[in-house]
């Protein structure tokens, strides 16, 4: 039974891949294999870093990611309001399709796995992980099921429970940003009968901005495989998450209530950031020194001295933000005068 860790990743996020990778070395607690699934052919750096790790190792299987983007593409053809949508919005084709290939860790060569969005650092061992994958299919750990059904699902709760049974709205919602799974866990027949729920008209429920997280919702939800969220089953001992919480951080660990997280998902910030942040700017990264200390873990001599940006560039970038606001928010008016 092997296990083992997979992210998606290119150069764009080369600073939080290196930092990832960084804090499972420190604090997985044993040697892991990792699986770096290529999120397009943007790979120089990532594959100069990969040819320095002997437990890394990069997805090469172009016929799984051509599955999975076909699985996809399928899935999104019956929800004609997505279609509408994209099409206005001048996408071709699914809206981020390279998302999807973080499903190939159902392909791939471990039998169990963890897969762990880029933009995540690990804080503590796995092994309980993979215990409580000897008893369930589906293991999450993070607080999605408190937030807005709105967030997964484009639809109402009683449309929800026209598919699927009560006890599993909201409990069963989770990020598709860390989730523990088996190999081939959705295999070709599975998939198959989920394509004919999907095209009998149960697609218009995914959230058409939600990319892969809707459709990953759906697919375990429907599939009816069993299910272990730590933060809701476990909720005596649930610890956080997300990088808006309050940790606090003791030897580069963060804690919360007393007990070390398991990781820290920077979801939402900004590739560029961190970009800004590893040339030496202090951007505001939440939990930046903690980063800094995983990206530069191995090579602490490169590691930048952090000063702030001039007041210009604040100010100039503190515009920028504004107007892409007010600008997203005039098309969102916009589509809403149009429907």
């Known amino acids: 039974m092997t296990e083992g860790i997979y992210t998606l990743a290119n150069d764009v996020v080369y600073d939080q891949l290196v930092a990832l990778l960084n804090s499972i070395e420190a604090n997985a607690g044993r040697p892991l294999p990792v699986c770096v699934i290529p999120y397009n052919n943007r790979l120089d750096r990532v594959r100069e870093e990969i040819a320095q790790r002997p437990n890394v190792t990069l997805f090469e299987d172009i016929d799984s990611i051509a599955r999975w983007e076909n699985f996809a593409t399928q899935a999104w053809s019956a929800h004609p309001k997505a279609q509408a949508i994209w099409q206005e919005k001048g996408i071709s084709g699914v809206y981020r399709i390279e998302r999807y290939r973080k499903y190939c860790c159902f392909d791939g060569p471990f039998d169990q796995f963890i897969f762990f969005d880029a933009d995540t650092l690990l804080m503590r061992p796995l092994d309980q992980v993979y215990q409580k994958l000897g008893d369930y299919d589906w293991i999450t750990n993070d607080f999605q099921y408190r937030s807005d059904l709105k967030y997964i699902f484009d639809c109402s709760e009683a449309e929800l429970l026209k598919i699927f049974p009560p006890e599993t709205i909201p409990a069963k919602i989770f990020c598709s940003g860390w989730f523990a799974s088996h190999r081939q866990i959705f295999d070709a027949q599975t998939r198959a009968k989920l394509l004919d729920h999907l095209q009998s008209g149960e697609a218009e429920v995914m959230a058409w901005w939600d990319s892969d997280q809707t459709l990953l919702n759906y697919m375990v939800w429907r599939s009816g495989i069993s299910y272990y969220n730590f933060a809701y089953d476990n909720q005596a001992d649930a610890t956080g998450c997300h990088w808006s919480s309050s940790f606090e951080e003791r030897h580069h660990i963060l804690y919360d209530k007393g007990q070390p997280i398991s990781y820290i998902h920077y979801m939402s910030v900004s590739s560029s950031k961190f ?36 007041s210009m560039v604040q100010w100039q970038r503190q515009v920028k933000q504004v107007w892409a606001q007010k600008s997203e928010n005039w098309k969102h008016r916009l589509r809403q005068l149009r429907s």
Do not use: A, W
């Not at 800004?276 to 490169?302: I, K």
């Open 275 to 310: 970009e800004q942040l590893c040339r030496g700017e202090d951007v505001g990264v939440p939990y930046q020194d903690l980063f800094l200390h995983y990206r530069y873990l191995n090579t602490p001599d490169q590691r930048p001295p952090i000063t702030k940006p001039s």
